[in-house]
């Protein structure tokens, strides 16, 4: 997926790290996000709440999500 680089500034930097994560695009009003592992459920709140819109997780590898971030973030 190509990730749609107006998100990325919508979430802290830290925060994508501490978590490894990625917001990657919005599709059918719901933002996509890469993760390694699923969401802590108040992370996931915190991001539902900053983009007004539901939140889908797709599982990456570490090193997507390692390369994601260092191109990123």
Not at 4 to 29: H, M
Not at 50 to 64: E, G, L
Request: a negative charge; glycine letters at 2%.
């Amino acid at each position: 997926l190509a990730v749609d680089e107006s998100l990325i500034p919508t979430v802290p930097a830290v925060l994508a790290r501490q978590n490894s994560f990625a917001p990657v695009l919005i599709d059918e009003g719901q933002v996509v996000v890469a993760v390694t592992r699923p969401l802590k459920p108040e992370i996931e709140e915190q991001l539902r709440l900053r983009f007004d819109k539901q939140i889908r997780q797709v599982i990456v590898t570490k090193a997507a999500i390692d390369d994601a971030i260092n191109k990123y973030y």
